[in-house]
């Protein structure tokens, strides 16, 4: 049954991932730079990973236990985050300043403030949303149950990677090396990417193996190997982050 929640959520997730293709249209059409905090990149990646993101939770979401009242309660809040941090990344994308680790002035800071109160209703939200995916469903066939629990707790571990990196920058920011903070804030970004999409990856994994004809017991072998391996790729980033190799 489709809910009124989530034709909503697709409807964002769709502007946002086309916002995202917009400032990668300019970006590739002006030659201006990829790199940097002032690069539009960053609006670019945002509108695609936010609204990317919020296509797949309110896709997945529609296979957990939850009561109508508190799928469209976590998915607005949810959605409304993700609005928020692609729209202030951008805004100060187009104002030339950098749009975190950036305190220069009253608006500056009001705006990294939102962006870290963004971030902390994401983590609060998705921690939710893995708990509640812990909760059997026997209408969920046991591949898919696999794969989205495994996909909420990698991206619980992508949410975690992120505030470390803004924990990270805000301390070098407060202890007066703002350079520091834009140089090495984003050292984890390798982890923090490969972790967000695995609840995309493998609940469609999921929804394309019944398409082979085997049984229950054969998908959910495969997913389980998938899950397995899509672990073992983001533990081996995260060590490569560490060292100091990626």
Known sequence: MTRKVEPI?????????????VHLGILAISGASWAGPLSLRKPATFGLSFGLTLFTITWVSSYLRLGNRARTILLSVFAAACVLETVLVSLQAWRGVPSHFNIENHVDAVIAQLLAAGGVTL??????????SFRADPATPAAMGVAIRTGFVVLLGSMVT?????????????TGDPQAAYMTGGSLKPTHAVTMHAVLVLPALAWLLPLTGWNERRQTRVILVAAAGYVALAAAIAAGNLTGRF
């Not at 959520?9 to 293709?21: A, D, E, K, M, P």
Request: no cysteine; hydrophobic share 70%.
């Open 162 to 174: 992120g505030a470390l990196m803004i924990a990270k920058g805000m301390s070098l920011v407060f």
């Open 9 to 21: 959520g697709y409807l964002i997730g769709g502007l946002l991932f086309v916002s995202g293709l």
């Open 123 to 132: 983590v609060a939200i998705i921690a939710a949303l893995t708990f509640v």
